[in-house]
């Protein structure tokens, strides 16, 4: 039934009254015409209403005359009559054209470019490659060939795997895959020198190659040669011998970290006072919206971002609302042994930082020193690692 | 005359189980509960209110009392009545 109904709209249908008194004959009439008549209805004695197709209006004419009876045309519906509207209103067609070019435009824009993948090259490296190839914000994104930009990546960045270049709706998504760097190895035949690290003093030489410089006991600086690949022979007459010196040298390392804390501390309490301000922001202008200024002396803000249809959708129209939550400044005298227990998880997590993978702590001297407003720690660790790094011998 | 005509083609068609609308040209009534009233094959309106609507076939008058009837459709060979239909009568 529904198909039927859309079937008259588009092509188009009268609501008419007639009215006589031979209704009968009339619809009798129509019938054996042919002419298709629906939803008739008896509003009166004389007076009947229905719905007839346009060909079959024209097509009354004709029995209208026979019974004699009036028509009256109530409405005129379906897409045709719509049309005619339509053709009447031009500017309304025009506007409606003008909306459907300037939206199929605006999606045939970029208006976002992001990069994933990326560990070690910068955004802003990527983005300016991109720009030199004509690629930023607001370009037509038709206009790019995709191919020819993953060329261009790959070209710039000698570590790259992989790049692929991706259309999300108006968002171009980079995708880049960065080559793991092998470790700097020098081959097994290159001739090279075991040189120290780090300062430390040397507990334990052992030189699988090459001869050893340096003992137990032995105080070594950064670059300094621990294992030696040059052999010379005590007889001057043989010549000298390069080989790739290999081996570990164990040596005690110091590291020191040092921290300070104030003890009396101002903190910031929040009283729960909240005042709301909202922001409508076009791009990076924005105008807020606020009754008066903010009724608080000490306060932090907060900006969250209204999401509109519940969703994360970037437009360059957003909704903003400032949060500005009172706060009171509190002057806090911290416990001093509570705070020396925090300065120390602090402290022992930054010298972890310092320390390589693969060391044995000898010892730990840790230091508190109180000073006026100040706590402050001094930890000296003391480790034993493999100080050696190959270079190669010239 | 025309009875004889008749009695042949009704035994004809039982004969050789053919659809008797067809062969005796006579009005197909189906109804939709008491919603809706199709009736193929009939000989024009000779009263429609909607109230009471008499549809003219080969059977006879076909009368049918309801309310709130409509004409959803008039084509020469079917027509569609909606409404609440309560009472279907043919008068031979």
Redesign the interface.
């Known amino acids: 039934m529904q198909v039927i109904r859309l079937w008259n709209y588009l092509r188009g249908y009268v609501i008419i009254k007639v009215e006589g008194l031979t ?2 004959r009339f ?2 009439l ?3 015409r ?1 002419i ?7 509003l009166d ?1 004389t007076l009947l209403e ?1 719905k007839v197709g346009i060909g079959g209006f024209k097509g009354l004419e004709e029995v209208v005359e026979r019974v004699g009876c009036r028509v009256e045309i109530m409405n005129r519906n379906g897409l045709p009559f719509l049309l005619q509207r339509l053709k009447k209103r031009k500017m309304l067609g025009f506007g409606f054209f003008i909306f459907l070019a300037i939206i199929l435009f605006l999606f045939s824009l970029i208006w976002d470019i992001q990069v994933a993948g990326n560990k070690r090259i910068a955004e802003e490296e990527i983005f300016q490659t991109l720009e030199n190839v004509g690629i930023r914000r607001g370009i037509i994104k038709y206009r790019i060939d995709r191919e020819y930009v993953e060329d261009r990546l790959l070209d710039e960045f000698e570590d790259l795997s992989f790049a692929s270049v991706e259309f999300k709706g108006t968002r171009l998504v980079v995708e880049i895959k960065e080559q793991d760097l092998p470790p700097e190895s020098i081959d097994m035949d290159t001739p090279c020198n075991i040189v120290a690290t780090k300062k430390g003093v040397v507990l334990k030489t052992i030189a699988k190659n090459g001869s050893a410089l340096v003992r137990k006991g032995d105080v070594v600086d950064e670059g300094d040669v621990l294992i030696t690949g040059l052999i010379r022979d005590e007889d001057p007459e043989v010549e000298d011998m390069l080989v790739h010196a290999e081996g570990e040298v164990l040596a005690r390392t110091v590291y020191t970290y040092a921290l300070e804390e104030p003890i009396v501390k101002k903190v910031e309490k929040e009283t729960g006072q909240v005042y709301e301000a909202h922001e409508l922001r076009f791009g990076k202008r924005g105008i807020i919206f606020s009754k008066d200024d903010i009724p608080f002396e000490d306060y932090i803000e907060k900006t969250r971002k209204v999401k509109l249809f519940g969703r994360e959708i970037d437009v360059p129209i957003k909704i903003l609302v400032h949060e500005y939550r009172e706060v009171e400044v509190v002057e806090e005298k911290q416990d001093i042994d509570a705070l020396k227990n925090t300065i120390y998880m602090k402290a022992i997590e930054g010298i972890n930082e310092q320390l390589a993978e693969r060391v044995e702590v000898e010892s730990k001297d840790v230091n508190y020193k109180v000073d006026g407003n100040m706590l402050s720690i001094h930890i000296v660790v003391e480790v034993i690692e493999d100080i050696g790094r190959k270079q190669p011998l010239t | 005359m025309k009875d004889r005509m008749d009695d042949i083609k009704y035994s004809v068609s039982e004969a050789l189980e053919l659809p008797k609308d067809v062969m005796l040209d006579l009005p197909r009534i189906i109804m939709l509960g008491n919603i809706q009233l199709n009736v193929s094959n009939h000989r ?7 109230e009471a609507l008499r549809i003219n076939s080969n059977a006879g008058v076909i009368k049918i009392i309801g309310k709130d009837m ?7 060979e079917e027509i569609i009545v909606v409404g609440t239909i309560e009472k279907v009568e043919i008068i031979g």
Not at chain 1, 36 to 42: A, E, G, H, P
């Open positions: 209704l009968e619809l009798n129509a019938a054996t042919d298709y008549l629906w939803d008739i209805r008896r004695y229905m | 024009g309106i000779i009263e429609y209110t909607q409509e004409l959803k459709t008039i084509l020469s």
